[in-house]
């Protein structure tokens, strides 16, 4: 660019002062330029600071895949080296935690598995609590006390008839405390031979099952059977097999129950297990405490606040039992109930990881 010099003084003087201003000012433009540079710049280290630091967290909390994720991880759980491996299947729980999650545990041991055998069945009233009260003379019914339905105790007074012969009245009592499942009998109708009321207790009752005749080898009397239905449970032994009166293949095995609860009621269909084998097992893990993870069967043992899943191989089993081969050592302290809570909490941080 070429500038042209005035030679007039007054000229000169103003080129001079123009030049001047224009510097000032494209020194200050840059100035400015620069402080807004460094405006952003600033900006811009903040959010990535921010960024860092929320990365920082994620990995913290997450378990992102990085190593350095992996070093803070080890760190937290008091682990050397930065290897995942090392960290699969372990979470921390506090214990207050665990107490108010309901999580409690037992500690692996010998102990007895009993070999079972599956039998079906129902229950019904023991013929020895039912009487069936008749008219010692012929008479008239004079009186009727009771109705069908209606609780009674030993001695109580049901119902009167007189005598046709002696046209004495006498008492018709209850044998023994029970229900009156029937009522036959009328003021004024005659007595005839026919029952007039029946009793029945229903304090003890039976379960009765069916024994096929693949089955009869192993079903012998004294045998412990547990017997469920719904959400009620109760063990006895076997008292009876009788052959079947129907001409029908099985021989009915029948166990008593303890009813005076009243939850057994006649004609209730349940599920018997009956204990055919006993066998010792070194070592014994409760069947609550056994969960599914990552594609094996695994025991949730318990050191301090820390619960590891423990891959298991197992052997015999019973309805309460399993013995356990590898995995485990006697001592193991091991969670029984709720440690599908602890499944979940590690599925939880594996989902984590992989995102």
């Given at each position: ?206 379960a009765e099952f069916q024994i096929f005749p693949g089955q009869m080898s192993r079903i012998a009397l004294g045998q412990p059977v547990t017997m469920s239905v719904e959400s009620e449970q109760t063990t006895s032994t076997i008292k009876h097999l009788i052959p079947s009166d129907s001409g029908q293949p099985f021989v009915l095995a029948r166990a008593a129950i303890d009813n005076k609860q009243g939850r057994w009621t006649p004609g209730l269909l349940l599920q018997g297990l009956v204990s055919v084998e006993q066998v010792q097992a070194s070592l014994r893990v409760d069947n609550r405490s056994l969960q599914t993870f990552e594609n094996r069967t695994v025991v949730f043992v318990k050191e301090g606040e820390r ?49």
């Amino acid at each position: 660019m070429n500038i042209c010099i005035l030679k007039k003084k007054g000229s000169l003087g103003l080129v001079i002062g123009f030049v001047a201003l224009l510097t000032v000012s494209l020194v200050a433009n840059s100035e400015s330029d620069d402080h807004a540079q460094h405006g952003h710049e600033s900006h811009d280290h903040a959010k990535q600071d921010y960024e860092e630091h929320q990365g920082d967290d994620h990995e913290e909390h997450q378990g992102d895949d990085h190593e350095e994720g992996h070093e803070e991880e080890n760190e937290e759980h008091g682990h050397e080296g930065g290897d995942l491996e090392d960290q699969e299947g372990v979470v921390e729980i506090a214990d207050a935690m665990a107490s108010k999650a309901g999580i409690s545990t037992a500690v692996a041991g010998p102990g007895e598995i009993n070999k079972t055998l599956t039998v079906y069945g129902r229950v019904i009233a023991d013929p020895g609590r039912i009487s069936h009260i008749r008219a010692r003379f012929p008479g008239t019914i004079t009186q009727v006390n009771v109705s069908i339905g209606e609780r009674v105790e030993k001695g109580q007074k049901l119902a009167e008839v007189e005598s046709n012969e002696s046209l004495k009245r006498y008492v018709l009592k209850a044998p023994f405390s029970g229900i009156i499942t029937a009522r036959h009998a009328s003021q004024g109708e005659a007595t005839e031979e026919q029952a007039l009321f029946t009793v029945a207790n229903f304090d003890q009752v039976w379960a009765e099952f069916q024994i096929f005749p693949g089955q009869m080898s192993r079903i012998a009397l004294g045998q412990p059977v547990t017997m469920s239905v719904e959400s009620e449970q109760t063990t006895s032994t076997i008292k009876h097999l009788i052959p079947s009166d129907s001409g029908q293949p099985f021989v009915l095995a029948r166990a008593a129950i303890d009813n005076k609860q009243g939850r057994w009621t006649p004609g209730l269909l349940l599920q018997g297990l009956v204990s055919v084998e006993q066998v010792q097992a070194s070592l014994r893990v409760d069947n609550r405490s056994l969960q599914t993870f990552e594609n094996r069967t695994v025991v949730f043992v318990k050191e301090g606040e820390r619960y590891e899943a423990r891959p298991v191989t197992l052997g015999r089993s019973d309805s309460r039992f399993t013995e356990v081969l590898d995995g485990l050592k006697p001592g193991d302290e091991y969670v029984v109930i709720n440690s599908y809570l602890i499944k979940a909490d590690l599925e939880k941080s594996g989902a984590s990881h992989d995102h």
